[in-house]
Protein backbone atom coordinates (compact mmCIF):
# COMPACT_ATOMS: atom_id res chain seq x y z
CA UNK A 1 0.00 0.00 0.00
CA UNK A 2 1.58 3.41 -1.05
CA UNK A 3 1.99 5.78 2.03
CA UNK A 4 1.23 9.48 2.02
CA UNK A 5 2.82 11.24 -0.69
CA UNK A 6 2.63 15.46 -0.87
CA UNK A 7 4.09 17.37 -3.94
CA UNK A 8 5.81 19.81 -4.12
CA UNK A 9 9.00 18.55 -2.14
CA UNK A 10 11.18 21.56 -2.28
CA UNK A 11 9.42 25.44 -2.97
CA UNK A 12 10.77 29.30 -3.34
CA UNK A 13 8.33 31.75 -2.70
CA UNK A 14 8.78 35.44 -2.23
CA UNK A 15 7.06 37.49 0.65
CA UNK A 16 3.03 38.18 -0.44
CA UNK A 17 3.04 35.50 -3.00
CA UNK A 18 0.70 32.50 -2.51
CA UNK A 19 1.43 29.00 -2.27
CA UNK A 20 -0.59 26.06 -2.76
CA UNK A 21 0.60 22.14 -0.97
CA UNK A 22 -0.94 18.63 -2.36
CA UNK A 23 -1.03 16.03 0.09
CA UNK A 24 -2.27 12.28 -1.01
CA UNK A 25 -3.55 10.53 2.17
CA UNK A 26 -2.97 6.62 2.32
CA UNK A 27 -5.60 4.63 0.20
CA UNK A 28 -8.75 4.32 2.51
CA UNK A 29 -8.00 7.02 4.73
CA UNK A 30 -10.82 10.12 5.27
CA UNK A 31 -8.79 11.92 7.50
CA UNK A 32 -6.00 14.86 6.46
CA UNK A 33 -4.44 16.88 9.41
CA UNK A 34 -1.95 19.52 7.79
CA UNK A 35 1.28 20.43 10.47
CA UNK A 36 3.87 23.02 10.31
CA UNK A 37 7.34 21.89 11.93
CA UNK A 38 9.92 24.81 12.61
CA UNK A 39 13.28 24.41 14.67
CA UNK A 40 11.73 26.47 17.28
CA UNK A 41 8.20 25.72 17.29
CA UNK A 42 7.82 22.03 16.65
CA UNK A 43 4.96 20.24 15.18
CA UNK A 44 2.13 23.04 15.20
CA UNK A 45 -1.63 21.57 13.77
CA UNK A 46 -2.83 23.45 11.54
CA UNK A 47 -5.99 21.93 10.75
CA UNK A 48 -7.46 18.33 9.59
CA UNK A 49 -10.48 17.95 7.07
CA UNK A 50 -12.65 14.48 7.12
CA UNK A 51 -14.94 13.75 4.42
CA UNK A 52 -14.21 17.15 2.36
CA UNK A 53 -15.29 19.01 5.59
CA UNK A 54 -12.91 20.68 8.26
CA UNK A 55 -13.33 19.38 11.15
CA UNK A 56 -10.61 20.64 13.53
CA UNK A 57 -8.67 23.63 13.20
CA UNK A 58 -5.56 25.08 15.44
CA UNK A 59 -4.13 28.57 16.10
CA UNK A 60 -3.12 29.71 12.80
CA UNK A 61 -4.17 33.34 10.78
CA UNK A 62 -7.07 33.68 8.33
CA UNK A 63 -3.91 33.71 5.84
CA UNK A 64 -3.96 29.65 5.88
CA UNK A 65 -6.72 27.65 4.55
CA UNK A 66 -7.18 24.14 2.56
CA UNK A 67 -9.49 21.97 1.38
CA UNK A 68 -9.97 18.57 0.54
CA UNK A 69 -11.73 16.54 -2.54
CA UNK A 70 -14.06 13.71 -3.06
CA UNK A 71 -11.45 11.12 -3.13
CA UNK A 72 -9.69 12.62 -0.03
CA UNK A 73 -7.10 14.02 -1.38
CA UNK A 74 -6.22 17.94 0.05
CA UNK A 75 -4.84 21.01 -0.69
CA UNK A 76 -2.98 23.48 1.83
CA UNK A 77 -2.93 27.01 0.66
CA UNK A 78 -1.36 30.33 2.57
CA UNK A 79 -1.70 33.80 0.98
CA UNK A 80 0.61 36.42 1.51
CA UNK A 81 4.02 34.82 2.33
CA UNK A 82 5.40 36.32 5.04
CA UNK A 83 9.14 35.20 6.34
CA UNK A 84 8.25 33.22 9.04
CA UNK A 85 5.86 30.86 6.70
CA UNK A 86 9.38 29.25 6.10
CA UNK A 87 9.32 25.79 8.15
CA UNK A 88 8.25 22.12 6.63
CA UNK A 89 4.58 21.49 6.01
CA UNK A 90 3.76 18.28 6.70
CA UNK A 91 0.37 16.36 6.49
CA UNK A 92 -1.16 12.98 7.77
CA UNK A 93 -3.31 10.50 7.06
CA UNK A 94 -5.73 8.45 9.21
CA UNK A 95 -9.01 6.19 9.06
CA UNK A 96 -11.00 9.09 11.42
CA UNK A 97 -10.07 8.38 14.51
CA UNK A 98 -13.08 6.97 16.96
CA UNK A 99 -12.57 4.42 19.75
CA UNK A 100 -10.82 1.68 17.67
CA UNK A 101 -7.00 1.94 17.83
CA UNK A 102 -6.41 1.60 14.49
CA UNK A 103 -8.87 4.09 13.42
CA UNK A 104 -6.52 6.74 15.18
CA UNK A 105 -3.26 5.85 13.69
CA UNK A 106 -1.99 8.47 11.59
CA UNK A 107 0.51 8.01 9.23
CA UNK A 108 2.66 11.09 7.68
CA UNK A 109 4.02 12.16 4.38
CA UNK A 110 7.79 13.34 3.77
CA UNK A 111 6.80 16.94 3.88
CA UNK A 112 7.64 20.04 2.03
CA UNK A 113 10.16 21.92 2.74
CA UNK A 114 8.76 25.93 2.09
CA UNK A 115 11.37 28.72 2.27
CA UNK A 116 10.08 32.26 1.71
CA UNK A 117 12.82 34.73 0.82
CA UNK B 1 -6.74 22.63 25.11
CA UNK B 2 -4.31 20.12 25.56
CA UNK B 3 -1.13 20.50 26.80
CA UNK B 4 1.81 17.91 25.92
CA UNK B 5 5.10 18.81 27.46
CA UNK B 6 8.34 16.48 26.63
CA UNK B 7 11.52 16.25 28.20
CA UNK B 8 14.92 15.41 28.01
CA UNK B 9 15.10 17.36 24.25
CA UNK B 10 18.28 15.89 23.65
CA UNK B 11 19.26 12.45 25.05
CA UNK B 12 23.15 11.11 24.49
CA UNK B 13 23.33 7.14 25.00
CA UNK B 14 26.06 4.53 24.51
CA UNK B 15 24.93 1.80 22.28
CA UNK B 16 23.44 -0.98 23.76
CA UNK B 17 22.27 1.32 26.99
CA UNK B 18 18.54 2.02 27.56
CA UNK B 19 16.92 5.56 26.49
CA UNK B 20 13.82 6.70 28.48
CA UNK B 21 11.82 9.94 27.31
CA UNK B 22 8.85 11.19 29.10
CA UNK B 23 6.01 13.20 28.65
CA UNK B 24 3.39 14.88 30.23
CA UNK B 25 -0.16 15.65 29.02
CA UNK B 26 -2.85 18.37 30.75
CA UNK B 27 -6.64 16.42 29.16
CA UNK B 28 -7.90 13.76 31.14
CA UNK B 29 -9.88 13.26 27.80
CA UNK B 30 -7.08 12.26 25.64
CA UNK B 31 -6.62 8.93 25.04
CA UNK B 32 -4.39 7.60 22.54
CA UNK B 33 -0.72 8.21 22.78
CA UNK B 34 1.10 7.50 19.98
CA UNK B 35 5.08 8.10 19.83
CA UNK B 36 6.86 8.97 16.49
CA UNK B 37 10.38 9.03 15.22
CA UNK B 38 11.86 11.48 12.66
CA UNK B 39 14.77 11.08 10.71
CA UNK B 40 16.65 13.83 9.40
CA UNK B 41 14.65 15.04 5.90
CA UNK B 42 11.82 12.92 6.25
CA UNK B 43 8.03 12.96 7.49
CA UNK B 44 7.62 11.42 11.47
CA UNK B 45 6.88 7.77 11.30
CA UNK B 46 4.78 5.84 13.49
CA UNK B 47 6.70 3.27 16.11
CA UNK B 48 4.17 2.70 18.53
CA UNK B 49 1.09 3.70 20.19
CA UNK B 50 -1.05 3.29 23.36
CA UNK B 51 -4.71 3.90 24.18
CA UNK B 52 -5.54 5.25 28.00
CA UNK B 53 -7.31 1.43 28.64
CA UNK B 54 -3.42 0.02 28.15
CA UNK B 55 -1.13 0.53 30.71
CA UNK B 56 1.90 -0.56 29.07
CA UNK B 57 2.88 -2.32 25.23
CA UNK B 58 5.73 -3.75 23.95
CA UNK B 59 7.17 -4.21 20.63
CA UNK B 60 10.65 -5.54 20.70
CA UNK B 61 13.39 -3.30 21.68
CA UNK B 62 10.52 -0.67 22.38
CA UNK B 63 8.20 -0.31 24.97
CA UNK B 64 5.30 2.59 26.33
CA UNK B 65 4.15 2.53 29.66
CA UNK B 66 1.21 4.69 30.55
CA UNK B 67 0.04 6.33 33.64
CA UNK B 68 -3.11 7.74 33.83
CA UNK B 69 -3.75 9.04 37.27
CA UNK B 70 -0.51 10.96 36.87
CA UNK B 71 -1.13 11.99 32.77
CA UNK B 72 2.41 10.59 32.09
CA UNK B 73 3.92 8.54 29.21
CA UNK B 74 7.30 7.16 28.19
CA UNK B 75 9.25 5.78 25.36
CA UNK B 76 12.07 2.89 26.57
CA UNK B 77 14.12 1.86 23.89
CA UNK B 78 16.64 -0.72 25.29
CA UNK B 79 19.86 -2.06 23.70
CA UNK B 80 20.16 1.00 21.83
CA UNK B 81 21.52 0.94 17.79
CA UNK B 82 23.17 3.72 16.27
CA UNK B 83 20.37 4.01 13.83
CA UNK B 84 18.15 4.60 16.96
CA UNK B 85 19.34 7.78 16.24
CA UNK B 86 16.42 10.72 15.08
CA UNK B 87 14.35 12.90 17.14
CA UNK B 88 11.46 11.64 18.84
CA UNK B 89 7.88 13.01 19.43
CA UNK B 90 5.40 12.11 21.38
CA UNK B 91 1.49 12.78 20.78
CA UNK B 92 -1.80 12.83 22.66
CA UNK B 93 -4.70 12.76 20.95
CA UNK B 94 -8.66 12.00 21.91
CA UNK B 95 -11.61 10.37 20.01
CA UNK B 96 -11.91 14.13 17.66
CA UNK B 97 -8.82 13.17 16.11
CA UNK B 98 -6.78 16.56 17.13
CA UNK B 99 -3.41 15.70 18.04
CA UNK B 100 -1.19 17.57 20.34
CA UNK B 101 2.60 17.14 19.74
CA UNK B 102 5.71 17.62 22.12
CA UNK B 103 9.01 19.20 20.98
CA UNK B 104 11.04 16.39 20.50
CA UNK B 105 13.79 14.71 21.88
CA UNK B 106 17.04 14.49 20.18
CA UNK B 107 18.32 10.97 20.36
CA UNK B 108 22.27 10.13 20.16
CA UNK B 109 23.06 6.68 20.08
CA UNK B 110 27.45 6.35 20.28
CA UNK B 111 29.08 3.57 18.78
Known amino acids: KAGVTQTPRYLIKTRGQQVTLSCSPISGHRSVSWYQQTPGQGLQFLFEYFSETQRNKGNFPGRFSGRQFSNSRSEMNVSTLELGDSALYLC????????????????FGPGTRLTVL | GENVEQHPSTLSVQEGDSAVIKCTYSDSASNYFPWYKQELGKGPQLIID?????GEKKDQRIAVTLNKTAKHFSLHITETQPEDSAVYFC??????????FGTGTSLTVIP
Open chain 2, 50 to 54: IRSNV
Open chain 2, 91 to 100: AASNTGNQFY
Open chain 1, 92 to 107: ASSLGGGMRLDYNEQF
